[in-house]
């Protein structure tokens, strides 16, 4: 009897059942159950393994550099906009710089215009004429400035006579503003005084050109020079309320006559605040005889072209002919795109150009 199954089975088991444990313990070992993990399963897992790290890096470094590339293109558009700033500060800088040299230059050349026709001594003195006059200073201006854009000024000199009245006739046809350089002499009567507050009544500017129209008289001196602009100013004054602040030379303001005296005028003259134009355009009617309407109006518009033109034209009584040109010289800057304006210390002034002192 084999002791060992006797021994081990259990205490009054039946006999198939000692028999059954004997055969099992003599039986081989049994195979692995499936399921097992293989070396071949190992490596797949493995790699599984270092794949999903590697996605998870890859992920990782991904939304870094997409994170970076925000930032980079982010600091780009800032640089961008700081240059374009930087650009845009350095052309208002250059302008100003630009505009504070023409200033400059502007100044320069007033500096030493003053200095060429000063009508100071050398050592400061002023001449006694300076004290002449009190009352005689142009008034403030604070109305538009004028400085072109295709801009006509029609004047006219040596009135008021009959003339005017068919002057302001057709001005005020054409809705058009103009001058009216006034002599003191001419402007004595009644009648022509109504004329001259028409003149003002009508929006018009009257402006001086003298009491005598005397180029000897006028130019006699500086101190004759102010008599009788003095007079007139305190005329026109008397007669429509009135102070006017532009005038004209008899003749222009560089003429055969004020040769030795026309820089202390124009001085003289600025300091107290009066403006002078002269011309660039003349309907070239002071003549003995009267030129023909035609003739006049073709000279008239010889300004066309001019960004400012200053139109010099006479309404004294034996210029009938002017009055007739009066309305073809009207259209004809209408014609070419000019407006009218009517002279006063806001319009640049248009002069002619001083000769150099040797």
């Given at each position: 009897?084999?002791?060992?199954?006797?021994?081990?089975?259990p205490?009054?088991?039946?006999?198939e059942?000692r028999?059954?444990?004997?055969?099992?313990e003599?039986?081989?070992?049994?195979?692995?159950?499936?399921?097992?993990?293989?070396?071949?399963?190992?490596?797949?897992a493995a790699?599984?393994?270092v794949?999903?790290?590697?996605?998870?890096?890859?992920?990782f470094?991904?939304?870094?550099?997409?994170?970076?590339?925000?930032?980079?293109n982010?600091?780009?558009?800032?640089?961008?906009?700081e240059?374009e700033?930087?650009?845009?500060?350095?052309?208002?800088a250059?302008?100003k710089?630009?505009q504070?040299?023409?200033e400059?230059t502007?100044?320069?050349?007033?500096?030493d215009?003053l200095?060429?026709?000063?009508?100071?001594a050398?050592?400061?003195?002023?001449?006694?004429?300076?004290?002449?006059?009190?009352?005689?200073?142009?008034?403030?201006?604070?109305?538009?400035?004028?400085?072109?854009?295709?801009?006509c000024?029609?004047?006219?000199?040596?009135?008021p006579?009959?003339?005017?009245d068919?002057?302001?006739?057709i001005?005020?046809?054409y809705?058009?503003?103009a001058?009216?350089?006034?002599?003191?002499?001419?402007?004595a009567?009644?009648?022509?005084?109504?004329?001259m507050?028409?003149?003002?009544?009508?929006?018009?500017?009257?402006?001086?050109?003298?009491?005598?129209?005397?180029?000897?008289?006028v130019y006699?001196?500086?101190?004759?020079?102010l008599?009788?602009?003095?007079?007139?100013?305190?005329?026109i004054?008397?007669?429509t309320?009135?102070?006017?602040s532009?005038?004209?030379?008899?003749?222009?303001s560089?003429?055969?006559?004020?040769?030795?005296?026309?820089?202390?005028?124009?001085?003289?003259?600025?300091?107290?605040?009066?403006v002078?134009?002269d011309?660039?355009a003349?309907?070239?009617?002071?003549?003995?005889?009267?030129?023909?309407?035609?003739?006049?109006?073709?000279?008239?518009?010889?300004?066309?072209?001019?960004?400012?033109?200053?139109?010099?034209c006479?309404?004294?009584?034996?210029?009938?002919?002017?009055v007739?040109?009066?309305?073809?010289?009207?259209?004809?800057?209408?014609n070419?795109?000019?407006?009218f304006?009517?002279?006063h210390?806001?319009?640049r002034?248009?002069?002619?150009?001083?000769p150099?002192?040797?």
């Amino acid at each position: 009897m084999d002791h060992t199954l006797h021994h081990d089975a259990p205490p009054n088991a039946p006999e198939e059942l000692r028999v059954s444990l004997g055969e099992l313990e003599k039986a081989p070992a049994a195979t692995p159950a499936p399921g097992v993990p293989k070396p071949l399963f190992i490596a797949v897992a493995a790699l599984a393994v270092v794949l999903g790290a590697l996605l998870a890096l890859l992920c990782f470094f991904d939304r870094d550099y997409r994170h970076n590339m925000a930032l980079m293109n982010a600091d780009q558009e800032f640089m961008r906009q700081e240059l374009e700033q930087a650009n845009t500060d350095l052309t208002a800088a250059q302008e100003k710089l630009a505009q504070a040299q023409n200033e400059l230059t502007q100044a320069q050349e007033t500096i030493d215009t003053l200095k060429e026709y000063s009508i100071a001594a050398p050592d400061g003195t002023l001449p006694e004429y300076t004290q002449l006059y009190p009352d005689f200073y142009a008034p403030a201006w604070e109305g538009e400035t004028i400085a072109g854009g295709n801009v006509c000024c029609l004047t006219f000199d040596d009135g008021p006579s009959a003339n005017t009245d068919r002057v302001l006739q057709i001005l005020d046809r054409y809705g058009v503003k103009a001058t009216f350089f006034i002599v003191g002499n001419s402007a004595a009567s009644a009648a022509s005084q109504e004329r001259m507050r028409k003149i003002v009544g009508a929006g018009h500017t009257i402006a001086m050109h003298s009491w005598s129209h005397n180029y000897n008289t006028v130019y006699a001196s500086v101190e004759s020079f102010l008599d009788e602009f003095s007079s007139l100013y305190q005329y026109i004054h008397e007669v429509t309320g009135v102070y006017p602040s532009v005038f004209r030379f008899p003749g222009g303001s560089i003429n055969g006559y004020n040769r030795g005296v026309y820089q202390e005028i124009i001085a003289e003259m600025t300091r107290r605040g009066f403006v002078y134009f002269d011309w660039n355009a003349s309907a070239q009617d002071a003549t003995a005889t009267p030129r023909p309407a035609w003739d006049i109006a073709a000279d008239c518009l010889k300004g066309v072209g001019k960004d400012l033109s200053v139109v010099l034209c006479h309404d004294s009584a034996a210029r009938a002919t002017t009055v007739e040109a009066l309305p073809a010289v009207i259209e004809g800057y209408q014609n070419a795109g000019y407006t009218f304006s009517a002279l006063h210390p806001g319009v640049r002034p248009v002069t002619f150009g001083y000769p150099k002192i040797q």
